[in-house]
């Protein structure tokens, strides 16, 4: 949790000495157009994943956005700023996803296993598969009996779908605000200049 409340801090810290240093890594003043901005987002949150569903279309959509939006001087800038925000998309959508599921995970494994049949005892004692279960792994031994084995595996299971179906439902939100963002995002002016900015 420290980590999540002190990335947008850094992210803010390097904004701002950005915009006080004589050549900038990252131009801040590239965000003044809203349709790069708007085409940054759009990338980090197709690779967020449903497993980067339509990526054909949104990249070269949010390729034009973001590279056809910058000046001239800045289309490498520019060219860069879309590559991070497809690997922060990437890495920042596996971590997240993850972590839903395995939280989910967590929070349904014991009630699914003993709906399913598992005594209450043993159960709790199958807490430790959580990561297991989260990887879509029962936590299934030769030396149960074959009700056993066929109760674990049914309640693990069960667990895993709930863990992927948070998933799935927040990708769907973020997919929904990608297309909305793109529905009503500006669109990019006639042309562009070696000094536009």
């Known amino acids: 949790?420290?980590?999540?409340?002190?990335?947008?801090l850094l992210l803010?810290?390097?904004?701002?000495?950005?915009?006080?240093?004589?050549h900038p890594l990252l131009p801040m003043r590239l965000f003044r157009g809203p349709a790069l901005t708007v085409g940054t987002v759009g990338t980090a949150i197709n690779f967020?994943?449903?497993?980067?569903?339509?990526?054909?279309?949104?990249?070269?959509?949010?390729?034009?956005?973001i590279v056809g939006n910058a000046p001239v001087r800045d289309g490498g800038v520019a060219s860069g700023l879309q590559s991070t925000a497809l690997q922060i998309g990437g890495a920042l959508g596996t971590s997240v996803l993850v972590s839903l599921i395995s939280g989910r995970v967590g929070a349904t494994l014991v009630g699914e296993l003993t709906g399913a049949g598992v005594p209450a005892a043993a159960a709790h004692g199958m807490r430790e598969a959580e990561d297991a279960v989260a990887?879509?792994?029962?936590?299934?031994?030769g030396h149960m009996s074959a009700p056993?084995?066929?109760?674990?595996?049914?309640?693990?299971g069960n667990a895993f779908m709930n863990g992927v179906r948070t998933a799935v439902l927040v990708t769907a939100v973020l997919c929904a605000v990608g297309a909305l963002l793109a529905?009503?995002?500006?669109?990019?002016?006639?042309?562009?200049?070696?000094d536009e900015g």
Do not use: N, Q
């Not at 339509?54 to 956005?65: E, K, L, P």
């Not at 056993?148 to 693990?156: H, K, N």
């Open 1 to 8: 949790m420290g980590s999540f409340a002190a990335g947008p």
């Open 12 to 22: 803010a810290l390097f904004g701002w000495y950005e915009t006080r240093v004589r």
């Open 48 to 65: 967020f994943v449903l497993l980067g569903l339509g990526v054909g279309m949104v990249m070269s959509a949010c390729s034009d956005a």
């Open 135 to 141: 990887m879509g792994v029962g936590p299934v031994t």
């Open 148 to 156: 056993l084995r066929a109760a674990v595996a049914e309640g693990s």
């Open 183 to 194: 529905a009503v995002g500006p669109r990019r002016g006639p042309g562009r200049g070696a």
